[in-house]
Structures are given as structure tokens and as C-alpha cells.
């Protein structure tokens, strides 16, 4: 179309056969294969225009039915990109003028045809622009509102839907309902098929879910596995058979992949929308009562209520990641350190310590943020910004000749979560060998409860950090009234014995007597021990009576921050 020696649908507006025969001639001069409609009124041009789609239209001026003002009016009511040519033996050069200014694309003298063929060519071209550029910005306007792999709503769109719902439930009195939807299989999905299985399906899901509601309401992707749902002059008592109904539907659902075959389930937050919260504070308690139901055993929904204990913890975990976040992003976190002293020689070790600083300057210990990171799975992007910067801050002494680390080991600790990161073995390889410090003066440590739960993740990652070189001390040991054992199967440098026996040695006569079997069998294995929380010279004293190694606590020294690089 619009090419040499193509066809052409050509819709002419003439009241001469002959003249619309010569235009038809000087098209096949040019190579066209035209294939013509001629109409003389605006009835037929009006029921042509509506039977097919037209390449080009060419019209006289006067006609006696009509003339080329109607003519065109008609076809930009149709379509007005199609190029429309006015070729006339009575057009003056005003009409001409007022012509183009209502849209026609060129007009052309009947008695200097010549001019035809290359303004009929340049307009296709012109159009095949034009329509090029319209299906450009058809497809950018798509992706701004539509999640590109499922071809949903996406979030941004979704949001202002839910904004606009807040808006009608406000003013009109209305209820509505949020859904917030998150997947139970999609990582197993992904992990052990790849994420080829994973976009797969995501998008054979998107279908299922738009199939299982109203045609008025609107399912978005919200990102990665999770889905929102917004029903419209739904209250909570229709919504709730909604949830219900979609949950069974994934529920027969298997998603199938080559050999394999996965059961998918959901878990879905429910909120209704009675136009007294905005949209950000509607999509958090949504995904708050989400989280509540994957706590309940996932495969249900979870409706959100004032007053629910549980919703108001996962809403202060929230917004301790949301500060988390926050400094992570903008320097508010900070390194401390706490040095562990030899009780039988010089040595002295130091453990590296995390605090946040809020923006007034107050400090936060990490017991009242490290378990939301946990939770939320934040803790290995935590890690791997603590072990960046305490080997910057290792490298910095290391270049001052500082006596601070003259043979000491830093101990850095590793989350629970961090154990079974894949990448993180390759993280601190790389870490050690970019920066060139000697392994040896650096350590890491694990829990012990952690260490049981993960317990081949744990001996792997401790044999690798081994064979790099490094230390690896066992924290909170002795909790566990199977410790002993795993002595046999994880090789370390260090335990640490568990503060809350260390606490109460001088008043527990039993708390005493497990530091002393705990000393006792770690060095029988060749293990040195830490004691931790030591708090005054009494205990101090005791423990180096029974050949403990090292001791840490505010007996010793406070922590304080770690010099800066």
C-alpha cells in the first residue's frame, strides 16, 4: 500500500465516470494497482466510508449531489489520516486555501494531471508516518499504564484508580473493597525452573484472575508475585465470597513446565474503601492483612480491622524496614565496635556492631530493627553494606599502621537469612580479594540457633570462609540442648558462650557450672571461647580461674563507634 506496483484502495468522489477513469489511468502509470469506488452523493460516500477502509480518497469540487467541503468533512469524521487529494477543473485558489486549512492533504488541476502521481505518493508516505507514529505513541501510552510482561494495569495506574475510588467512596458514600494478592509457588517456580517458568506464570495467572472477576473491576500487577484487585460498589460482605472464589479457583490451578508440574496457591489482604484513608495507607494495611494470612497458614485471606494485635505488629515491622530503607539509602547507618581482650594473654579482638541514626540523631541498637529486617528479608542487602564497609574501615587502619588491630581478628556478624544468600560466598571472596587484606584478620559470626536451622547451608558456608582463610565463631552458644553435638560437624575457631549464662555465674551455681562444660569441651575440640556479657570484675575474675579465653562486655570495654575511613 502506498508502494511501486502495489494495490490501492482508492475511494473516488466524482459525478464524471471519464474523469474518474483518467485518475484511475494515471495511478497505473505509476505502477498502482487501484482498486476504485466512485460515488457521486454524501449518502454513498457516507456508506462507503462505513463498508471497508480506504488508501486514498480523491474528490471533485462541485458536484451536483455535494461538493468537496462535505466531501471532506465525511472523511475526516472516518478517519483523518487517510490522504485526501481534491483534484478539480473549477477550484479557485481560495476555496484551495480553506480546503487544506479543514484538512485536505493537496488539491490538484484536472487539466495538469502530472502533479497527481507524486502528490499521491508523497501523502501515502506522509500517512504511512503518520500512522506509524500514532501506533508509536499507542504503545507508550500502553506500557505507561500497563505492566509490560502480563499486560495488566500496573501499579502507577492502579493507584490512581484507587485514588479516584477513595475519592467517589468520600464524597458519594460509596464502599469498595482492596484486594492484595500474593503468590505462595512463584519463587519455587522460579528457583528450580528458572525465570522463564516464573514469567510464564505470571502471565497464565494474570489471565486466571482477570476471568475470575467482574468485567467493572480492576486487576493490577503491583510487581513481581503480587496482584491488587479493586471491586467497585463492593461492600466487605459481597467481597468476601469474591476472595473465597478466587482463592479456589488458583487452588485447581497447576502450572505445568516441561516434566514438571506446581500446585499454586495465594494469600489475599482484604480492606474496604470508605473514602476515610487515602490510598497509600489502604494499600499498606491490604498488604498487612496479606502477610497475616501467609502467617496463617497461606491458601486464605485475611480481612484488616482496627484494634487486630497482629496487623499492629506487622505494621510496626513495616515501618521499621521503611526507616531501615531509608538509611540504607542515606547513610544512617553506622559501624560500632566492642573489643574482645584476652583473659590469658594480650590479644584483643573486636566485634563490629550496627546502629541507625535518625535524622534528630538518636541512636537505635539493632534489636529493635533487625527483627522487621528479618521478616521482610532485608537482612542480607544489611550484611553485605556491613561487611563493605567494615573491611573499608579494616583497609583505613590497616593504611594508618593504627595499633588498634595489631593482631586482632574483626568479627563480623552474619544474619540468619544471610546463610543460604547463594551469592554471599562469592560476595566476601570478591570483598577480600579487591581490597588485598590478609584473611586471617578477619571473622564471621553465626548463631548457633541459626547455624541448627540451616544446618548444611551453615557447614558449607563456614567451610568456605575457612578455606579462605578466615575465622568463624559460633555466637550464643549453649542455648540449645543439643550444642555439644554440632561440635563434631561444624569446624570453627571460636564459640561464644551465651550471655545469659555468663550473667548469672555468681548467683547460679548450675549457670557456672555450664560455662565451665562449655570451656572445658570447646577446648578439648580446639576451639577458643568468648564469654559474652561480662559486666563486672567478680565474673571476670571467675572466668579466667577456669581458663575461659576472651571475655567482652561493658566490664571490659562499651562499644563505641568505629573509625571512620
Known sequence: MGESDSSLRVLIAEDSEDDALLIVRELRRGGYRPLMHRVDSADDMKAALEAQEWDLIITDHNMPSFDSTDALRLAREHDPNVPFILVSGSIGEEIAVDAMKAGAHDYVMKDNLTRLLPAIQRELREAENRRAHQEAQARIHHLAYHDSLTGLINRAEFEHRLDEAVRNAREEQQRHTLFYIDLDQFKLVNDSCGHLAGDEMLRRLGKRLRHAIRESDTLARLGGDEFGVLLMNCSMVQAEPIAQALLDNLRDYFFVWGDRSFKVGASI????????????????????????????????????????RELKQRRGEMQWVQRLQRALENDGLLLYWQPIRSLQGETVHHEVLLRMQEAGGELITPDRFIPAAERYNLMPEVDRWVIRQALDRLQE??????????????????????????????????????????????GFEITETAAIADFDCARELIQTLRGYGCKVSLDDFGTGMSSFSYLKSLTVDFIKIDGSFVRRMRREPVDSAIVEAVNNIAHISGIRTIAEFVEDDEVMRHLRSIGVDFAQGWAVEKPGPMPAT
Open 269 to 308: 489482604g482484604l480492606v474496604e474503601i470508605d473514602g476515610s484513608r487515602d490510598s497509600y495507607s489502604l494499600l499498606s494495611m491490604a498488604d498487612m492483612a496479606c502477610y497475616a494470612a501467609k502467617d496463617r497458614g497461606r491458601n486464605r485471606y485475611h480481612v484488616y480491622a482496627e484494634g487486630d
Open 397 to 442: 587502619l590497616d593504611r594508618r599502621n593504627s595499633s588498634l588491630m595489631l593482631d586482632g581478628t574483626l568479627f563480623i556478624n552474619l544474619s540468619a537469612t544471610s546463610l543460604s544468600d547463594e551469592g554471599l560466598r562469592g560476595f566476601i571472596g570478591e570483598q577480600l580479594v579487591t581490597r588485598g587484606l590478609d584473611p586471617s584478620r578477619i
